[in-house]
């Protein structure tokens, strides 16, 4: 089991950047290194949608063309964190923010690391509003 806090969220004009974080806790090695993660928001109405994954090997990510240049995920692997850089924020931007791990093992595609039956571990979110 892995347990996911995200931190950071907050209100921001458009055009102003954020950093959210993710700590990882848990009775198992590799909380964060050695095992996809990702990031996904969810807007009121909307359903919840993949903005950014991070590939076992803490190298490669993977980004939708909605946030692609704007936003950077990475890892420290010894905090067990995960970070969502966000700049250029878009009033578009706005939703809850959710951090989300997968189990240890096995490979999956870039499209699949966006996907949300991809992880069986969420955290419970931080909101992020971004006004015009």
């Known amino acids: 089991q892995v347990q996911l806090v995200e931190s950071g969220g907050g209100s921001v004009q458009a055009g102003g950047s954020l950093r959210l974080s993710c700590q990882a806790s848990g009775y198992t090695s590799n909380l964060v290194s050695g095992r996809y993660m990702a990031w996904f928001r969810q807007a009121p109405g909307r359903e919840r949608e993949g903005v950014a994954a991070?590939?076992?090997?803490?190298?490669?990510?993977y980004y939708p063309d909605s946030v692609q240049g704007r936003f950077t995920i990475s890892r420290d692997s010894a905090k067990n964190t995960l970070y969502l850089q966000m700049n250029s924020l878009k009033p578009e931007d706005t939703a809850m923010y959710y951090c989300?791990?997968?189990?240890?093992?096995?490979?999956?595609?870039?499209?699949?690391?966006?996907?949300?039956?991809?992880?069986?571990?969420w955290g419970q979110g931080t909101q992020v509003t971004v006004s015009s």
């Open positions: 989300a791990a997968r189990r240890l093992g096995g490979a999956i595609t870039d499209i699949q690391t966006l996907s949300l039956g991809s992880y069986p571990y």
């Open positions: 991070i590939f076992p090997d803490g190298v490669k990510t």
